[in-house]
């Protein structure tokens, strides 16, 4: 059964377009106490890339891990609207621009990433990020950002130890920048790493987790 997924998830990967490893980082979340932080560390990385330009390195990432970890108690998770909400120094340089819900086990990532950018209203070239909550776990991908590894439709960042389908082979990173030609390609790789739940399980638990629903939230650089 293991063995069918990975040739299955290969071949996803292989009709969909290859990730491409941009930076990575030795350090993950928790090695900087930030066990509920990766909100807080993603809207970081946002500051850094939208607003100071940070160049897209390992520097960048251990930087953003660092002051993520500071904004967030240690085991409070908050979502991106609280923390907009809440500190002045995010909210002075990061315009909130796009809320929505999606149910993944209805629409699926591949129809909730399409429609954000058509939301959103951008034109293309425009620079925004996006960080996605999928309970318990946030992550971030840019859209519009240049690279010197080449034109990606999405560029992900995840600050939790995460494995990798690249074309050249599995990699397990601690937190990294990787690269997305399609939309598709992303999606899959989240349908992999935050699955709907599965089966009816606690009712409690699904409240809790809010089942099956992610939450995206926008952000672009503060005119």
């Known amino acids: 059964e293991r063995g069918r997924r990975s040739r299955r998830r290969t071949a996803m990967c292989a ?129 519009g950002l240049a690279t010197d590894k080449g034109a990606f439709e999405w560029i992900l960042f995840d600050s939790h130890p995460r494995e990798y389908l690249f074309e050249d082979g599995v990699q397990r990173l601690s937190s990294a920048l990787v690269g997305f030609p399609t939309t598709q390609a992303l999606a899959n790789h989240l349908m992999s790493i935050l699955p709907p739940l599965e089966g009816e399980g606690d009712e409690a638990m699904m409240i809790d987790l809010l089942y099956y629903a992610a939450e995206f939230v926008g952000f672009a650089r503060s005119s």
């Open 15 to 143: 009709d969909a377009g290859w990730p491409t490893l941009i930076a990575a980082s030795e350090e993950s979340q928790f090695d900087h106490g930030g066990v509920s932080a990766c909100t807080g560390i993603d809207l970081a990385l946002a500051i850094a890339v939208l607003v100071d330009g940070a160049a897209l390195d390992n520097e960048t990432i251990r930087n953003a891990l660092r002051r993520g970890s500071e904004l967030v108690a240690e085991n409070e998770h908050q979502s991106a609207l609280d923390l907009h909400e809440q500190h002045a120094e995010i909210a002075s340089k990061l315009q909130l621009i796009h809320q929505s819900q999606y149910s993944i086990r209805i629409e699926g990532y591949d129809i909730a990433l399409t429609l954000v950018p058509t939301e959103i209203g951008y034109r293309d070239g425009e620079v925004y990020c996006v960080v996605m909550t999928k309970p318990p776990e946030t992550v971030c991908f840019f859209r």
